[in-house]
């Protein structure tokens, strides 16, 4: 995937980072849903567990 470097792009970075060094998840989503997002219903979902995280910036 490609993201602009103004919009997702440092936070799918970040989230990348954090799932690859912590060996979790990370979530990237709007504040105002986040029990949504732990509900895992909103917000992108990036996982250390699934083998080759790949992203693009």
Do not use: H
């Amino acid at each position: 995937m490609t993201f602009a470097a103004g919009s997702m792009a440092p936070k799918v970075a970040a989230a990348c980072e954090f799932a690859e060094n912590e060996g979790g998840i990370a979530c990237v989503g709007q504040l105002q849903d986040a029990a949504a997002i732990l509900a895992r219903t909103a917000g992108t979902y990036i996982s250390a567990e699934i083998d080759g995280i790949d992203w693009w910036v």
